[in-house]
């Protein structure tokens, strides 16, 4: 059982993730490999005191890294796009 401070690692902050953070109340958060969506909106709405309305996750396979000659890869991580309920307030990465 992963802890509830376990479950985010950090936010996200891309183009991507601030312009739905401005236009459709969505964060962006890396998260742990292993955390399913139930974890991740329980972990939101304790950490942050917000509701969660949607939670929507992705796998991203690590990029290849090269020393030399010898290559390898970088670890995969996943990522959860947190949509908020109507009216919520949204918290600010520099609380975050």
């Given at each position: 059982?992963?802890?509830?401070?376990?479950?985010?690692?950090?936010?996200?902050?891309?183009?991507?993730?601030?312009?739905?953070?401005?236009?459709?109340?969505?964060?962006?958060?890396?998260?742990?490999?292993?955390?399913?969506?139930?974890?991740?909106?329980?972990?939101?709405?304790?950490?942050?005191?917000?509701?969660?309305?949607?939670?929507?996750?992705?796998?991203?396979?690590?990029k290849l890294r090269r020393r030399g000659r010898?290559?390898?890869?970088?670890?995969?991580?996943?990522?959860?796009?947190?949509?908020?309920?109507?009216?919520?307030?949204?918290?600010?990465?520099?609380?975050?």
């Amino acid at each position: 059982m992963i802890g509830v401070y376990d479950v985010i690692k950090k936010p996200l902050v891309t183009e991507k993730g601030v312009t739905k953070k401005d236009n459709e109340r969505t964060l962006c958060f890396e998260v742990a490999a292993g955390a399913n969506k139930t974890q991740i909106r329980q972990a939101v709405e304790m950490l942050f005191k917000v509701k969660v309305e949607d939670v929507r996750t992705s796998t991203t396979a690590g990029k290849l890294r090269r020393r030399g000659r010898f290559a390898g890869y970088g670890p995969d991580w996943k990522k959860a796009y947190v949509k908020l309920k109507a009216g919520e307030k949204m918290p600010e990465y520099a609380e975050i």
